[in-house]
């Protein structure tokens, strides 16, 4: 998360320590910046605003004072995390595109002693599960310095559900404490309505100005959900916490009674939400060419006139279905404008270079597994399936059982655990599960002692150069497993396999060509049928809604050549590498990229991926429990997206289940080293600690109102390109 005045308040309240440069001064390693910020449940109330503020901190405003209304992109994932999902972030595809939220700011100043009034509209802006738009407007009186690290400002914004409608189904407003002699500090009041229901949070938060002590009183109210409030006091080395399912006059303290949870201000337990990845041997930030923003036509009136990117994880619009195959696309490098053309193919090409995991060392992975029991089963989505043993685990015999249903909740999984049931499998027999520790699609033959796993790379039509797949311009493949049958109708999707499903039931093998041209190309082309292997145009997502294959399809693995066994194909002594056509009617299915001037496809590099294995050694709290000695597929993306590692459920929230120590090196050849760039602290437990500390109302009432509006007008049409993408000024 973006530093900025809040979130500042915050780190004033709860500091926290910097970290030692791995190699010399100067490197990119060294002066990678930490962003830190600790949470607890009595900070949930002010999470909104500090995620609003970081968001509108991309907006670079002091560069535009006085210049007029601009446009804006800003990066939607940088400042609001979705914690609370139990996602790892393991994708084959559209999950981790690049996507940005388009704004308009105007910021004026009437001269050098006047207030910065920076006013923004943000037309749709994520807020839980709902789209809303907002208006916010702050006044800036003061800047940040040593003596006072809040400034002076006052901060209103206002929610509607649309601008068009003009329903404001909200608001809120930040000030800062300027009235209270040797003290700084924020008040918070926002509102909002859902439906029948109103919900608020509050607080107030005054300290020292040398932050040696202070107090502060937060709570929401969530109506039909419950209200919560919380009291804090703290010094310099401790916290002393009340809370209370109620007001603020319900809490402990407006009796007399102090006691309350003891934290301590300089032990914490660290999870890291973001890293980088540097050069081992020279501390450079590995940068990866992924994609770049461009331009379109969203109304066929000649004018480029809407934002998006494109890039190896696909395509981002501001509209949703705004571009189709053959469109103009453009991009802005510098002033220089570049025309490409939109390339989209009913589903994509997936290269797989097999990895293998011993049995043993799969022991304590968690793997998705599906089956007509799980399809016919309403109340779960898929079964949770362990490699138990017998000498570790009570069972009879060492193999992959059935421990856990899963059904996906509002909050993300939720499992309920069942006795264990082995899968049983005959001589040849293959078990097809996912794992999003190893990084997705897993396989294992029966009889072999490890499982395969893959490192995946997206094939897009342009490895077309010497030596590659299509340098030829096609690539014929054979398939021994899960072979499609061409395109499928709706009837051939209601089993998972044999008839009626959307695969050969002949013993095969099928041959399959894919080629960058013709009128079929990059789309997988059943020699048998003469069909491209995709779903029938006509069928919508409500068609298939109630088939086992609603997600999708993926072919079984395909070769360049052939094997003397069809179960060869499994064999990672055999098969080192293999190819997959994954098909379906959502885009991240589907094949997304854009061809230049000459028609040629470009290229993106992929996220690097390193297979990892955890350890103590490694873990930033010297501990990896469980995980001590487990293997998981690291993915790295660029500035700081980093995923692989698998979530953890704690009170409601989602957190990494271990976090890896700056310095950590991972690669084949230890090429790489990581370095956390924001983390969220927890405080750890200091009870018996806090005895000096007493709770009581801070000097500045907590508001049960706002006094200002965010009554900034109609958003003002710009016609310029963005002025600021993702915090970089154009």
């Not at 401790?238 to 402990?252: K, R, T």
């Not at 190819?579 to 230049?596: C, F, K």
């Amino acid at each position: 998360m973006k530093m900025n005045k809040l979130t500042l308040a915050i780190s004033l309240l709860f500091p926290v320590t910097g970290y030692a440069a791995f190699n010399d001064a100067g490197t990119d390693y060294s002066n990678a910046e930490v962003r830190s910020h600790v949470w607890n449940e009595a900070l949930e109330p002010i999470e909104l605003v500090n995620s609003i503020l970081c968001f509108t901190a991309q907006f670079n405003s002091v560069e535009f004072a006085n210049a007029g209304p601009y446009a804006v992109l800003a990066d939607e994932a940088a400042c609001f995390d979705d914690e609370d999902d139990g996602s790892s972030g393991q994708s084959s595809g559209a999950s981790n595109a690049v996507s940005y939220m388009k704004a308009i700011s105007n910021v004026t100043r009437a001269d050098d002693s006047s207030p910065l009034i920076v006013n923004v509209w943000l037309p749709e802006m994520e807020a839980g599960d709902d789209d809303q738009a907002i208006k916010f407007k702050a006044e800036i009186s003061e800047g940040a310095s040593d003596s006072n690290p809040f400034g002076s400002f006052t901060f209103n914004f206002d929610f509607y559900d649309s601008f068009s409608a003009g329903n404001q189904a909200g608001g809120g407003e930040v000030i800062t404490v300027d009235t209270v002699d040797g003290s700084i500090g924020f008040t918070l009041y926002e509102s909002s309505t859902r439906g029948s229901e109103t919900y608020e949070q509050s607080a107030s938060v005054v300290m020292a100005s040398d932050r040696s002590s202070g107090i502060a009183l937060t709570g929401f109210d969530q109506g039909s959900n419950g209200q919560q409030s919380f009291a804090l006091a703290f010094n310099t080395t401790h916290v002393l916490m009340q809370s209370v399912n109620g007001g603020f006059s319900s809490l402990p303290y407006k009796n007399g009674v102090n006691s309350g949870t003891c934290l301590s201000r300089t032990e914490f337990d660290s999870y890291v939400h973001r890293y980088d990845l540097f050069n081992a041997s020279t501390g450079a930030q590995i940068e990866l060419n992924s994609g770049f923003p461009i331009k379109y036509d969203s109304d066929s009136d000649g004018n480029y006139d809407s934002y998006g990117f494109i890039g190896y994880w696909g395509l981002w619009t501001e509209q949703d279905g705004a571009i189709s195959d053959g469109d103009t696309l453009v991009s802005d490098n510098g002033g220089t404008e570049t025309s490409y053309t939109y390339v989209n193919a009913p589903g994509r090409l997936i290269k797989n270079s097999v990895k293998t995991l011993t049995l043993a060392n799969a022991r304590g992975v968690d793997f998705s597994y599906w089956d007509d029991d799980i399809f016919n089963d309403n109340d779960y989505d898929q079964w949770v399936v362990n490699y138990l043993m017998v000498a570790d685990d009570s069972v009879g015999a060492d193999g992959f059982y059935k421990t856990g249903k899963l059904k996906w909740g509002n909050n993300g999984p939720e499992i309920t655990s069942q006795t264990p049931s082995l899968i049983s499998l005959a001589s040849y027999d293959s078990l097809y599960m996912f794992s999003d520790q190893l990084g997705g699609e897993v396989k294992y033959l029966e009889g072999q002692s490890a499982l395969t796993y893959y490192e995946q790379t997206f094939i897009n039509g342009s490895e077309t150069g010497s030596g590659e797949l299509l340098e030829s311009g096609s690539v014929t493949l054979t398939c021994y497993d899960n072979c499609p049958i061409g395109t499928f109708e709706l009837s051939d999707l209601s089993e998972f396999s044999g008839t009626n499903s959307p695969f050969e039931t002949g013993s095969g093998p099928y041959t399959y060509t894919f080629a960058t041209s013709g009128s079929n190309s990059l789309t997988l082309v059943s020699v048998s049928s003469s069909e491209a292997v995709q779903y029938q145009s006509s069928l919508t997502q409500s068609d298939i809604d109630n088939t086992p294959h609603n997600w999708g399809v993926r072919s079984g693995p395909m070769i360049i050549g052939s094997v003397s066994n069809s179960y060869d194909i499994y064999d990672p002594s055999v098969v080192t590498e293999f190819y997959v056509w994954e098909t379906g009617i959502q885009s991240w299915n589907q094949l997304s990229t854009v061809a230049d001037g000459n028609g040629d496809v470009v290229s993106f590099e992929r996220p690097l991926q390193v297979s990892y294995q955890h350890s103590s050694a490694n873990d930033r709290s010297g501990d990896a429990g469980g995980y001590d000695g487990q293997t998981f597929l690291i993915n790295y993306g660029g500035n700081g997206d980093l995923w692989g590692i698998p979530m953890d459920e704690n009170s409601t929230r989602y957190r990494p289940a271990f976090s890896l120590a700056d310095g950590v090196l991972l690669g084949s050849s230890n090429q790489y080293v990581v370095k956390a760039i924001e983390i969220e602290q927890t405080m750890q437990s200091a009870t018996g600690e806090c005895s000096a500390l007493v709770l009581q109302d801070p000097a500045v009432d907590v508001p049960t109102s706002v006094q200002g509006d965010a009554d900034i007008g109609d958003m003002p049409e710009v016609t310029d390109d963005p002025a600021v993408i993702a915090g970089v000024t154009q």
